[in-house]
Structures are given as C-alpha cells and as structure tokens.
C-alpha cells in the first residue's frame, strides 16, 4: 500500500517538476532593466560598475574610521554620521563642530579622495542618547505621542531620529516634555506599521 502510495505521488508530481525546470529561467538569463549606458537602478539606487566600486571604497573608508573607535560604539562628538550618496556611491560623511584640526584627522583615516565632507545639525552621539533616552520610556513616549510606537532608530542622512508611529497626525507638537532640552527638529514622524505574521 505504501509504495502504490509513493508510485502515485511521484506520477502526479512529475508534470509539475518538469513544468517548473521547462519554466525556470537561470539567473544570468534574467533580463536586466538597463538604458544604454548599461547602468540600472534598484530601489531608486544608480547601479554600475563604477558605482559598486565607490562603494566599496566608501565601506573600507567607513570600516578604518569605526575601527578607531571601538567599531562604533565610542564616536567622538564631532562626528556627524555617514551614508553613501545615492547616485555615486561615494561616502558622504557628516560632522558637527569639528575643528580644523578634527577634519583632518578624518580624511587622513578615511584616505579616500571621493569622500564629500558636510556640516550636520547634530551629533551622532547627541541622536543616540535621545534615541535610548526614548527607547528606556517607551511606554511615556506612546503615551505623549498618543499612538503605538513601531520604531525607533537614527537616519544618518537624514541627520535625524525617527520616530515610526502608527497614527503620526495624532502627534502633538514635539516639546522639552517629551525629553528634557529637546531640539523638536531633532526628531523626524514618519509612518511606521506593525509586522504581519504570515
């Protein structure tokens, strides 16, 4: 009885494999959405050769400057963030107040001559503590924000922390009430949901 079973199975089941292998298209037969210069976009990012190269120089560039400071965790207060720019892949890397003196200390370390220097608003270590202090009053925050909470977290770019929130026009105006000393444009609302379970 078992292997009438199995006989059957394997009967039914072997015009949908050799439908999916007569169907399957390997990888490198995909098409890719290229205009003429051979370049292609993913996720609104300029793709190339020269764009993936930038940006692995830019990670080693980034990799030697968090080395210095315990792989991130100790940045000094001059230190603004870091991202690639989207159309080049160069790295472009924020810092706040830095001196003279500051600012060449990092190009020395960062060593790489397509690294775009800007002023940001504020430090990195300046968004993660306002971001823990948050994290550690979760429940006021929700509270103050009246609406669910669904993230947290820092856009260098953006030289800002984000608060996902479920129902961002319920938020009130952002004040030193939410957390002592607060620059309300530290902070951007942006709409955030909850993970569905599949």
Request: glycine fraction near 6%.
């Amino acid at each position: 009885m078992k292997r009438s079973a199995k006989a059957i199975f394997f009967c039914s089941a072997l015009p949908l494999l050799l439908l999916a292998a007569f169907l399957y298209e390997k990888p490198e037969d995909a098409p890719i959405p290229t205009d003429e210069s051979g370049v292609f976009y993913v996720d609104g990012m300029r793709v190339d050769a020269q764009f993936l190269q930038n940006q692995m120089e830019a990670n080693e560039a980034a990799a030697r400057f968090d080395q210095l400071y315990d792989g991130g965790e100790n940045y000094p207060d001059y230190y603004g963030g870091a991202y690639l720019d989207k159309a080049s892949g160069h790295l472009v890397f924020l810092t706040c107040g830095a001196s003279g003196e500051q600012l060449a200390h990092c190009k020395e370390v960062l060593n790489n001559p397509n690294v775009r220097y800007e002023e940001a608003d504020y430090s990195y270590n300046a968004l993660k503590a306002l971001e823990q202090y948050l994290v550690d009053r979760l429940p006021y925050c929700e509270s103050y924000l009246g609406t669910t909470v669904t993230g947290i977290g820092i856009d260098e770019e953006a030289n800002r922390l984000v608060l996902s929130v479920l129902e961002p026009e319920k938020c009130p105006p952002l004040d030193d009430q939410l957390a002592p000393l607060l620059d309300p444009d530290m902070i951007l609302i942006r709409q955030g949901s909850i993970a569905q379970e599949y």
